[in-house]
């Protein structure tokens, strides 16, 4: 993945967070990749389709749950989900846009209910099973089926294009990031 990608400051890098603890080398280097995958969020944001405009203005970087390898600093690059002053929640709908959605059908709500749905079809009662859901105009609509959206991968497609330049950025971001720490916590004698 990284073929032909020169990482410069890296090294530097390296020597100074040798010098620091744990926590604080974990901190920094959280810092520098967030810094270093803004390319992604803007490619995935001009990516992402625009119908109100809430699942561009949803994606950003996610830390992720710790891992169980102490060396390991899980973060993403997705929709992120939370609830406005307002009452609104962010585009929870952007796992569906991109990995798209298979066709519905009505199906048993209960055991009983599947009980007599068998149970009827051997006697040779038919119930119509239908969806029912508010339409775009505000009434009531009754289905036999729902078609699945098309998957829409724009969050791979973003990554595809922009993986290069986040690579190449990170040992100058994690440099800068070194730099203002030390800069802030470090007086010069």
Do not use: C, W
């Not at 973060?75 to 990995?99: C, E, I, L, Q």
């Amino acid at each position: 993945m990284t073929g032909g990608i020169e990482i410069h400051g890296y090294a530097e890098a390296v020597r100074l967070m040798s010098q620091l603890t744990d926590q604080m080398q974990r901190t920094l280097v959280r810092q520098a990749l967030r810094r270093s995958a803004q390319p992604i969020v803007a490619t995935a944001r001009a990516r992402a389709p625009h119908r109100t405009g809430r699942l561009k203005r949803s994606i950003g970087i996610v830390s992720l749950r710790r891992d169980r390898v102490p060396t390991v600093i899980p973060m993403a690059v997705g929709p992120v989900f939370s609830v406005t002053k307002n009452g609104k929640a962010n585009a929870f709908y952007a796992r569906f846009v991109h990995d798209g959605t298979k066709e519905r059908k009505p199906y048993a709500v209960s055991r009983n209910s599947a009980r007599a749905d068998r149970r009827d079809a051997r006697r040779g009662i038919h119930r119509a099973r239908v969806l029912k859901f508010t339409g775009r105009e505000g009434g009531t609509v009754y289905t036999p089926t729902a078609r699945g959206m098309k998957p829409n991968p724009f969050l791979r497609k973003a990554f595809d294009l922009s993986s290069d330049v986040t690579v190449a950025n990170f040992g100058r971001e994690l440099e800068t990031v070194i730099a203002r720490f030390v800069n802030r916590n470090f007086r010069k004698l």
